[in-house]
């Protein structure tokens, strides 16, 4: 959306807040309610990049906002310190180190786990502020006198007071606050943000290290939150204790959902329907204490109804306008797409094959998978037994064994999805037994999944740029600021494997829209734009019509130029087509390997097959 | 410097606390390991168990009568949460329950603030149950000491419905795998909404039980909330005996702590949350793989 334009949201945020004291008088609003609209604004686009972006629902951002404040009152109020901006920028880091060790706890868990130990912690902090600290903070009384910034240029000093004097400091604090969650959301740890939120699974399995960035991102809503805290004092000249209460965690998710999650402006307009909302009922209809009763259910309704908020419905509705504009290039993108179904060989012919990364130390020739002695129990079940296992170089393997016979297992063993109870793993002649599916990402060996395990939010394209990222920046790498756009041989390598693929017609088409051989196909994108040097495809025809699986064969014949793939399928016909030797499963132990000339005419695999699952064969 | 008197009296009260606890954790986890919904509105329903009981007890002047309607009142409030709001609910992401549930929540709160004011409202213990009982060695409020037992007489019951019934069966099931009983032919929704009900009413009940001991305010399901979590978190999610087990330490932590200190109440609790989860994530009595 709008990425033609690249600066047109900071533009339209800069002059909507150069004319927010023109017009916002005219509508009603205090400079005060809007400082403090603007304060929340900022505190929660820390929140939003955590909570709409990353997906991680937090109640406990009181314990950064409180502690960001808090130290920059202390500070400025009790020893002295005579920098109101530094002091805010040192209560800004000491609430992104606070957020940093309780990341470290609260993000050992995920979903439930992490909300409820949120709350918790910020709880803690609530007692601690008031008791413990009392000496440092003022306990309930809170620290009185917080002085306002001003700014000595040598010919002059700029004094920001109160009302629309302070505003303009706080919009400046608030336009640059946009513009680097802008810059943080557009660059490639935004893109792996919402791969974590939208599919955490894959997202570690095309070699992110989730846990990093997800700590990152608590890090970044804890600074937004400290500093915006510092602010609190400031606009107050106070630092009231109940900064850092279960309520003001609650306002902000609150908020944050009005107004319209992984919008970045959506805690803006929450916070300003909120505060207006507040003093219409509390002064204008005289409503007392209900006011927050109705706010509730004005929360409740929107939570129900409009998911994506005040801003999201907003942009809904726009799209839907210019929804006729939109559908014209889709159609005739299915339509092209249609014609490429038709007509695939010319297509296909036009991508060369995408050749693996080359690795340090990686023997181009001999064997590049050793597993031996491979054995996983599931408490008394055996699935895969005593299994020796080796893959040459270029090969391409295949894998058949009636359902049951421990296919899927194996290749989570081999990927490093589930450890093996004994046995080893050597890809390209190093020890894999025992690491992690991202660091085995990392070095060149992915699978595709049995069951589509896509990014369902994000667009065929978004989906593959996250895949390539991995390849092309390590599993972590903290670069915020950079443009997603400016990394060297991304584009290529997102075209290369769209063309490869065959979804080249429709990149922008978002993944829920897609059909189901699509689907099947991007799957298989994702794993392949991690360039991998050994591919392993789980089932990659199942589920799919007789057309598209010749479409599809086609395809793994193309990938698997200059890389070597072990593919797991019950379509034997294919199997055979494909493979140069085939590996027969069954009951978790290796049956037969050998030409599929030797398999079809083995004894044994057919009284595996026909004599144990009929009709097997024929599926 | 320990007073040993008054060390077993706190021993007392962290036992009644947490009897509450675990009777209230029990409700939280049974409904958030069978429907898979954390209910962030549970402290509002202990808190409603309160106030519905105080209602009942001013109109006929019996504490029985106020348990029961108390009980009663918010086991509905229950079942229709549920049914009206709740079941749209189970296939949206938990990001959203857990909003939905929240609003509700801070609707309830408000609603009885509306009703009854801030101010606190008492419910006397029943007069049987009223002064004190000598030990021997310390004279304890009669009514605290009974709390531990009705809250034991309560958890045995919960437990005989989740250990020996069919319902209690079909339950614990539904927490191992609740695609799997729906496939059995089992009408998983009609127990989610029962389940949702029996586990509303273990906090109302304790809501009104808990009123004799501290005043009702509108605001007095919210701390209670805030320590169920933690002895979620401790226990186990979606483990019964662990919810107990949480339960018991968290009130022995609060009261032990608060009797050199009531300001690091809190922080000992969150300190036992943090060794827990560093050495057992997944709980003291909670099974792998759920999250």
């Given at each position: 959306m709008l990425k033609q334009r690249p600066f047109l949201i900071e533009t339209l945020t800069a002059i909507g807040l150069i004319a927010a004291p023109f017009v916002l008088p005219l509508l009603g609003f205090a400079p005060n309610t809007v400082n403090r609209i603007l304060v929340w604004g900022l505190f929660g686009l820390g929140f939003d990049i955590l909570f709409g972006f990353t997906g991680l629902l937090s109640f406990g951002q009181s314990a950064f906002y409180g502690t960001g404040g808090f130290v920059a009152a202390y500070l400025l109020t009790q020893a002295g310190f005579p920098y109101v901006l530094l002091a805010l920028v040192i209560g800004m880091i000491a609430a992104a180190a606070t957020g940093y060790l309780i990341g470290l706890i609260a993000l050992r868990r995920t979903g439930i786990y992490f909300a409820m130990i949120t709350v918790a912690i910020a709880e803690v902090f609530f007692f601690v502020e008031f008791n413990p600290l009392s000496d440092y903070t003022g306990g309930e009384n809170g620290l009185p006198g917080v002085p306002t910034p001003s700014f000595n240029l040598g010919f002059t000093t700029l004094h920001f007071t109160t009302g629309w004097s302070l505003y303009q400091f706080l919009a400046l604090c608030y336009f640059i606050g946009v513009v680097i969650a802008l810059r943080i959301v557009r660059s490639p740890v935004g893109a792996i943000f919402s791969a974590i939120r939208d599919n955490p699974l894959r997202a570690t399995a095309v070699g992110h290290n989730i846990h990093g960035y997800k700590l990152a991102a608590f890090v970044i809503a804890a600074a937004y939150a400290g500093f915006a805290g510092g602010l609190l004092g400031v606009l107050q000249a106070f630092m009231p204790p109940d900064a850092f209460t279960f309520d003001t965690s609650g306002q902000l998710v609150m908020q944050t959902a009005i107004g319209g999650r992984g919008t970045l402006f959506g805690p803006l307009v929450g916070a300003a329907v909120w505060l207006s909302l507040q003093d219409f009922l509390q002064a204008t209809l005289g409503l007392g204490a209900a006011w927050k009763l109705v706010l509730g259910i004005v929360f409740v309704l929107l939570v129900c109804f409009l998911r994506r908020g005040i801003v999201g419905g907003l942009v809904d509705l726009y799209g839907l306008l210019t929804g006729q504009r939109r559908k014209a290039p889709d159609e005739s993108a299915a339509q092209d797409d249609a014609v490429a179904a038709e007509a695939p060989p010319a297509r296909q012919t036009a991508a060369a094959p995408m050749p693996a990364r080359q690795r340090a130390g990686a023997d181009p020739s001999g064997p590049i998978l050793q597993a031996k002695g491979l054995t996983k129990r599931y408490g008394g079940l055996v699935a895969n037994s005593n299994i020796d296992f080796t893959v040459n170089h270029g090969e391409l393997r295949g894998i058949i064994g009636p359902n049951g016979a421990g296919k899927s297992t194996f290749f989570k063993m081999l990927t490093c999805e589930v450890h093996p109870t004994s046995g080893s793993i050597m890809f390209e002649g190093r020890d894999?037994?025992?690491?992690?599916v991202t660091d085995v990402c990392q070095l060149g060996l992915t699978k595709s999944y049995q069951v589509n395990q896509l990014?369902?939010?994000?667009?065929v394209r978004e989906n593959l740029v996250i895949a390539a990222l991995s390849a092309l920046r390590?599993?972590?790498?903290?670069?915020?600021?950079?443009?997603?756009?400016?990394?060297?041989g991304l584009s290529e390598q997102v075209q290369h494997t769209l063309e490869l693929v065959n979804l080249a017609a429709r990149p922008d088409t978002p993944v829920s829209e897609l059909a189901y051989g699509e689907k099947r196909r991007l799957e298989i994108g994702l794993a392949l734009a991690t360039s991998p040097s050994l591919l392993l495809l789980d089932?990659?025809?199942?589920?799919?019509s007789p057309r598209e699986r010749v479409e599809t064969v086609k395809l793994l014949k193309s990938i698997s130029q200059g890389r070597t793939m072990i593919i797991i399928d019950h379509d034997m016909d294919a199997l055979f087509e494909l493979a140069e030797r085939v590996t027969v499963l069954q009951e978790g132990r290796v049956l037969v390997e050998g030409t599929p000339e030797e398999i079809k005419n083995n004894s044994t695999v057919q009284e595996a097959y026909l004599g144990g699952v009929h009709g097997e064969l024929a599926a | 410097m320990i007073n040993w008197p008054n060390f077993v009296s706190q021993l007392f009260n962290g036992l009644a606390l947490g009897a509450l606890l675990a009777l209230i954790s029990s409700g939280l986890t049974i409904i958030y390991g069978t429907l898979g919904v954390l209910n962030l509105a549970h402290g509002a329903m202990f808190m409603i168990g309160g106030y519905a009981g105080y209602v009942a007890y001013t109109y006929t002047g019996s504490f029985i009568i106020a348990v029961i309607a108390g009980s009663l009142f918010v086991m509905v409030l229950g079942v229709v949460m549920e049914r009206v709001i709740i079941r749209h609910f189970y296939q949206r992401p938990h990001e959203d329950q857990l909003l939905v549930t929240f609003g509700l929540g801070i609707c309830f709160v408000e609603i009885v603030r509306l009703i009854f004011t801030s101010q606190s409202q008492v419910v006397p213990p029943p007069a049987a149950l009223q002064g004190i009982t000598s030990l021997g060695f310390l004279f304890y409020p009669t009514y605290r000491l009974a709390v531990v037992g009705i809250v034991a007489v309560a958890l045995g019951a919960l437990f005989l419905v989740l250990y020996r019934t069919r319902l209690g069966m079909i339950v614990r099931a539904g927490i191992e795998d609740s695609v799997m009983v729906d496939s059995l032919g089992i009408n998983v929704y009609r127990v989610f909404m029962i389940v949702f009900g029996i586990g509303a009413m273990a906090a109302g009940f304790a809501g009104i039980i808990n009123a004799p001991v501290v005043s009702l305010t509108p605001g007095v399901g919210d701390d209670i909330l805030v320590e169920t979590f933690v002895v979620v978190v401790i226990g186990g999610v979606g483990s019964f005996p662990g919810a107990i087990l949480g339960g018991l330490i968290a009130g022995e932590i609060i009261s032990i702590t608060s009797m050199f200190n009531p300001g690091y109440a809190y922080v000992m609790l969150f300190a036992a949350m943090t060794l827990v989860l560093v050495l057992r994530p997944h709980g003291l009595l909670g099974t792998q793989g759920r999250e």
């Open positions: 894999i037994t025992g690491m992690n990014f369902a939010g994000l667009t390590g599993k972590f790498k903290l670069d915020l600021f950079r443009s997603i756009d400016s990394i060297p089932e990659p025809l199942a589920g799919m | -």
